[in-house]
């Protein structure tokens, strides 16, 4: 079912958070269009039904059925030094989790370093990409992709991948769903800055991997040791044997319970 756009941009108003918003039935990328646009609003919400582009993580494609899921970019000028980057994935992870578990009444997990899973399969992911002018945050896009309504992945993803629908068995208003996360991120956001320890704590609170040993992939590297903690930076600590490493991006696997 298309998204009703003239119902939500009247609920966005009630918001008082976004500043605008672009809705396209087809796009490259969210965040491409966002890193490309001159002279951007803060907080710029931008909607695909479906990016012939979209990304993910390390260059990764993101596949999502048109007219069913949730894809769409949210254009930032943070007020946030350089090291404080990390803060927004924080925040855009948490935000997420507490909407679905307000709206679904259920426990989301966190994975590091930027996924969201539901029963141990991926439902959600963020990929968070900055610009800067003259060594200054000039602005910072948060794209995500939020699967609602579709059942059926691709082969390769089938196995670890599920949707709102699937894992609670019924359909999902994707108007509905997109209001609630962006008014949870509206108020982490805010608060950014002064609260981030909380923001983190929650955000362990969800992770499973976090104090568990881990083999961290990262291109041709792999990473073996205890997952220590994460740093503001959004950086995963790994503890192998008592020697701590700091690592910014890689997938992660338990190998030990």
């Known amino acids: 079912m298309k998204f009703d756009v003239t119902r939500f941009s009247k609920a966005i108003k009630k918001l008082n958070f976004i500043n605008q918003f672009e809705y396209y039935d087809e796009i490259d990328s969210t965040n491409s269009y966002l890193l490309k646009k001159q002279n951007l609003t803060d907080k710029t919400l931008v909607l695909a039904e479906f990016q012939f582009k979209g990304k993910g993580r390390l260059e990764r494609k993101w596949f999502a059925n048109a007219y069913e899921n949730l894809t769409f970019s949210i254009g930032l000028i943070p007020e946030l030094k350089t090291n404080e980057l990390g803060y927004l994935n924080f925040c855009t992870a948490l935000s997420i989790a507490e909407a679905i578990e307000k709206n679904a009444k259920c426990k989301v997990e966190t994975k590091w370093p930027n996924d969201l899973l539901l029963g141990g399969k991926k439902f959600c992911g963020i990929l968070i990409e900055s610009q800067f002018e003259e060594n200054h945050l000039s602005k910072s896009i948060i794209g995500i992709g939020l699967n609602v309504n579709q059942t059926v992945f691709q082969d390769e993803f089938k196995e670890r991948t599920t949707s709102l629908r699937l894992s609670f068995n019924k359909n999902f208003k994707r108007e509905e769903v997109l209001l609630k ?46 997952f220590e903690d994460v740093a503001e930076d959004g950086s995963l600590i790994l503890n192998q044997n008592g020697k701590l490493l700091k690592l910014f991006s890689g997938d992660v696997t ?3 319970e």
């Not at 609170?205 to 590297?221: F, H, P, V």
């Open 254 to 256: 338990v190998i030990k």
């Open 181 to 226: 996360v962006l008014k949870q991120f509206s108020k982490n956001y805010l608060t950014l800055s002064k609260d981030i320890n909380s923001i983190i704590k929650k955000w362990k609170s969800r992770c499973n991997s976090l104090g568990k040993e881990i083999s961290l992939t990262n291109n041709k590297d792999i990473f073996t040791g205890i």
